[in-house]
Each structure stands twice: as structure tokens, then as C-alpha cells.
């Protein structure tokens, strides 16, 4: 049982250049969760899927898109990376939206837009 | 204002002292109140979960929340160097609502010297 797993750990990108960063849980979980982390700043939420087949804004989404392919992957795509976009991106799942589930973490991805 | 303030930190104790962290929170209604460690360059576990207010226990870890005073801390008896890590407080509403989304404090990092 991996749990949540990322991809990649790390990147560097070109301002304006493009990529995905992919997230998956094999613990059957309905919700899963994009967050970056920002030195002196915790956890900000930009996207999330309460289930398959649906994708809501959290905080901070623009210059993001999000993909819930399946019920076990949830991508984070930038189109045209800046480097405000350099952070710590999570990703993590829970059980159900609703209920006494708690959230469960990926190990991250550490971006750097130079 | 942010809706939850956690004391900023850092903070560094002798082993064995006790550890109290706290937060604050501006939003009455939340009900789920949770402290999640963070070791370096990791991603977040769950380490304490309470329903409502009321203290709750595991170990040398006890979390106490006060609605009251929209008050919730964490004590970590006999700190041991390997508490050393951030711990993020984490809030969120009642059952089924918000699609479960969680609010967190900016985190304070620990430091357990031997």
C-alpha cells in the first residue's frame, strides 16, 4: 500500500514553460487535494475534487489547471510557469468529503521557475 | 486577518521539557480541529484529530480544544529529539460540508535539542 504518491520530486522550469505534475492513492479514495506550501505561509489549497468526475477552485488557482483522470489520479497542470509559482506543491486524498475522514499527504514536489 | 493564527515560532526545548503549541481561530463554526507534524522535506501526517471541544490523549500527545475561546493546543510531554519537526494545526466545518476542505495555520517548527 503506497499510499499517496507524487511525480515528480523535483523540477526546475524555464519562466513560460509548461508541465504536469502527477498525483495518485491507491487507498480508494473519493476527494483529493493540490496544496502548496510557501515558506511562513502553510498550506494553500488550489484545487480540489470532492469525487471523480468533479474539480473545484480552492485559494490560490489562477495559473493552474487540474485533471481528475480517474478515481485514483488527480494532475496539476501549470500552462505557463512563473516563478511566484516556485513552492512546494502536495498533493493528498481522504476518504469521503464529507464525514470523519482525515487527509492523507503525498511526499511533494519541489518546484523551481528560475 | 487570517480565520486561523498559529504562534509563529520557532521554538527550541531541552529534551524532556514539555511542548505547548497553540492556535487560534477566527471561525465559530468549525468543528473538526487536527494537528498534523512535518518532518524536513516530507509531506504532513495526521498526528491528532478531535471532534469538538474537549481534551483528547495518545501517548505523550494531548490535544485540547476550546471553543469558547476559539483556543486549540498541543502538549507534547517528555519531548524527545525526534519531535523535532513543523506541526500545522488544521480546521475544518461540519459533516459534508465544504467538500471537506481543511484551513491551516502557518505551521511552527520545533526543535528538541539533546
Known sequence: NAG???????QVLKTGQSMTLQCAQDMNHNSMYWYRQDPGMGLRLIY???SEGTTDKGEVPNGYNVSRLNKREFSLRLESAAPSQTSVYFCASRASAGGRYEQ??????RLTVT | QK????????LSVPEGAIVSLNCTYSNSAFQYFMWYR??????PELLMYTYSSGNKEDGRFTAQVDKSSKYISLFIRDSQPSDSATYLCAMRLSYNTNAGKSTFGDGTTLTVKP
Do not use: I, L, M
Not at chain 1, 104 to 109: D, L, Q, S
Not at chain 2, 3 to 10: A, H, K, L, Y
Open chain 1, 4 to 10: 499517496v504518491t507524487q511525480t515528480p520530486k523535483f
Open chain 1, 48 to 50: 480540489y475534487s470532492a
Open chain 1, 104 to 109: 492523507y499527504f503525498g511526499p511533494g514536489t
Open chain 2, 3 to 10: 480565520e486561523v493564527e498559529q504562534d509563529p515560532g520557532p
Open chain 2, 38 to 43: 512535518q518532518y524536513s522535506r516530507k509531506g
